[in-house]
Structures are given as C-alpha cells and as structure tokens.
C-alpha cells in the first residue's frame, strides 16, 4: 500500500460510464496538489472506502435518486476518515467522521460538505471500519428497511436475499433478534454454513444449487411474510411467490440487474400482489436520515454486545477500487466490502 504525503492527493475521476462490469478503464487516477483549507474548511485524511453496489449506479447515467457522477468529476464514495486539520468549530484534529468523502486520499470538505458528515461515536468493542458496515449505512439500511418498511413482527418469517452481504446479514439477525423465522438465500456452500453457524438463520438457500427452489418452499413452510429483496430477477421471482397475505416486500435493492441497467428479468404478478394484498414498497436509506444518530447508537450497542456479528471483507489500496467494486457482482465478499486507504 503506497503511504501518502499530506502534500497530494490521488483521486479517481470518472472518465467514461462502464457498460457492463467496471474496468480502471472508465477512471483516471490523477495525483491533485492539496489545497490550502479556507474558512470553515476541513481536511479529511480518508481511511477506508466503502465499496456499494450503488456505486455502479451512480456511474451510470440512469434516472436515480441522486444526481449521477458527472464525467471528470471524482467518484462519489462513502468512506470513513480522520480529522488532520480543522478551521470548523464542529470538528477537532483526531475526530473520526464518515460521509461521502470519495474515491481519494484525502477530502476537504467546505462548509456545505462538512454539515453532511457525522463525527463517530468512540464505543468500546466497536472498530471504527464497522462504522461503514454494520453500525454505518449497510447496518442503517437494515434497520429501517425491515422495521420502519418491513414492519416486521415475532414469529413472522423474513426471507433476505444476498444475505451474506453487508445488507443482508445484518437484516437476518435483526430479524433474529426480534424472534422471526429467518431465511437467507446466498450463493455458495460456505456463505450458506456462516449464516447457519454463526449468525444462527434458521434456514440458508444456496441459490447457485439446481434444487434451489424446491429447497426455498421446504424452508418457508408458512409462507412469507416479509421479503427483504436485495437481488431481484429469478430469486425475487420465487421469493414473491410465496408471499403470504397481507404480506410486505421491502424492495432495498435488485442488484443483479446493474450491470445492464436492465430489471426486465425481474417478473412478478401484480394480480398475485392483488389477491394476496402484498405491499411492494421501495426505500432509500437517506430518506430516514433524521433517525441516524439514535439508529447508529442502537446498532452500536447491539454489535458491542455482541447481539449482531459483523463481518468485512478489506482489500488494501485506493489504487484497487475500481476492480475491487466487481466483487460485489461475483460474490467475492462476505459482509461489507471496504477499501482500505490509510492506517485508522
Ligand atoms: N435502498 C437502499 O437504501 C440501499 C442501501 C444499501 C444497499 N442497498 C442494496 O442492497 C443490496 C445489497 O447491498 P450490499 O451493500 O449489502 O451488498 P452485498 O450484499 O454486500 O454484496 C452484494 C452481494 O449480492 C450478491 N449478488 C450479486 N449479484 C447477484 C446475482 N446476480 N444474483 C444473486 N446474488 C447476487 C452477491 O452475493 P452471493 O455470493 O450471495 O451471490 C454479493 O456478495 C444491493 O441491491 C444494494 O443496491 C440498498
């Protein structure tokens, strides 16, 4: 990992939209000077990236719910960061902050970018890096997706896709937590074993096996009453069709169609959603940003002890992300896929 002077900051730079997969291809990595920080500037030395399938998203110049990465500007990333210099009053020299601090070194943020950041709370137990996964924007995004959309109840059963992912392995053990029936649909024989074995789902689908869905109406004998959909195409296809009545589909992501931009494949009927009164609703995690600060600490204290497990798969090198993002298309993470830049 190449150690960086606080002189010049490397930064990726859009330079074309992919078409399918990544490549370092659509990105120019130039080396800027660092500028002198002015009035209620702050300097942000940029720790760890984290790597989102929204990220390919926000590549892309598909309508979207924020404005999409212009070319020649730098990728937009969430990361986690240290405060090295500050001419803000909120923020003091050694804070840990997360927001969207990018695909660079470092971040200077002005006054409007520095309101978007939120100093991290130090809880004893809790690595600073799970504050980009569980306890951070992943983590967010399971909470509100399965209680505020999912209204989820004990002894419901919650069916997650990806839910090996940095998602969906928090929803499962939320659901857990709550005491639902929980089941986790993954690719592979090891992810299916983590979930069984150390996050204690009471059901793990290898979607990649033929019989995969026959094995998903054996582990819903009940049905489903809430489907946390991360994946779309054929898994939510099956999924929706055992939707019970008056269930919920908390549709939080269809990641198997961004690479085309294409959700075509993804079939399901709506005279079934009719008969079965489901509610289909999608959610954007920004959209409960006002509940961050209490929603963070919850998931904080449930991680320090030790009610939810967290995973990350790290891979070193800001140099590395543009093909290190792919691994969110090929399975190649378990739990939350980070970058990591600079020592904490
Ligand atoms: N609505 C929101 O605010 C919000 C916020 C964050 C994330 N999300 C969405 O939540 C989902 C999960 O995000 P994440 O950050 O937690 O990523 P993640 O689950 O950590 O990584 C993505 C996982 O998706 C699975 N996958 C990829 N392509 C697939 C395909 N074609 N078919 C089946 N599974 C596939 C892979 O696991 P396997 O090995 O199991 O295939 C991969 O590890 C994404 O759809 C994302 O867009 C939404």
């Known amino acids: 990992m190449t150690i960086k002077t606080q002189t010049s900051n490397r930064q990726f730079r859009l330079k074309t939209r992919p078409v399918e997969r990544v490549s370092s291809d659509n990105f120019e990595f130039v080396d800027e000077p660092l500028p002198k920080l002015g009035k209620d500037e702050v300097l942000i030395r940029n720790i760890f990236l984290s790597l989102d399938p929204t990220n390919r998203i926000w590549m892309s110049d598909m309508e979207q719910y924020?404005?999409?990465?212009?070319?020649?500007?730098?990728?937009?990333?969430?990361?986690?960061?240290?405060?090295e210099e500050s001419n803000n009053e909120r923020f003091t020299k050694g804070d840990f902050v997360s927001g969207l601090l990018g695909w660079q070194d470092y971040f200077v943020a002005n006054e409007e970018a520095a309101a978007g950041l939120m100093v991290l709370p130090q809880i004893p137990g809790v690595p600073v890096e799970v504050f980009s996964g569980a306890a951070g924007m992943t983590g967010l995004t399971a909470f509100y997706g399965l209680f505020e959309v999912g209204k989820a109840k004990e002894k419901e059963t919650l069916v997650v896709s990806a839910a090996a992912g940095a998602v969906g392995s928090i929803v499962g053990q939320l659901g857990k937590l709550i005491g639902m029936r929980v089941v986790g649909?993954?690719?592979?024989?090891?992810?299916?074993?983590?979930?069984?074995?150390?996050?204690?789902?009471?059901?793990?689908?290898?979607?990649?096996?033929?019989?995969?869905?026959?094995?998903?109406i054996e582990a819903t004998p009940n049905g489903v009453d809430v489907n946390f959909e991360n994946v779309g195409g054929k898994i939510m296809e099956a999924v929706f069709n055992r939707m019970n009545l008056y269930s919920r589909m908390v549709l939080c992501g269809m990641i198997s169609g961004y690479n085309e931009q294409d959700d075509s494949k993804s079939r399901i009927s709506l005279t079934r959603a009719l008969m079965q009164r489901i509610t289909i609703q999608g959610f954007i995690v920004l959209d409960y940003h006002k509940k961050n600060v209490e929603a963070t600490k919850q998931l904080a204290t449930w991680i320090a002890e030790g009610k939810i497990k967290h995973r990350e798969t790290i891979v070193e090198g800001l140099e590395n992300a543009p093909m290190t993002l792919n691994k969110l298309f090929d399975g190649g993470n378990v739990g939350k896929l980070l970058i990591k830049i600079s020592e904490p």
Do not use: N
């Open 66 to 83: 924020m404005p999409p990465v212009q070319i020649g500007e730098v990728m937009r990333g969430l990361g986690i960061g240290r405060v």
């Open 185 to 216: 649909i993954a690719g592979g024989e090891e992810k299916c074993k983590w979930l069984l074995d150390d996050l204690g789902f009471d059901a793990a689908v290898d979607y990649k096996r033929p019989d995969w869905k026959e094995r998903l």
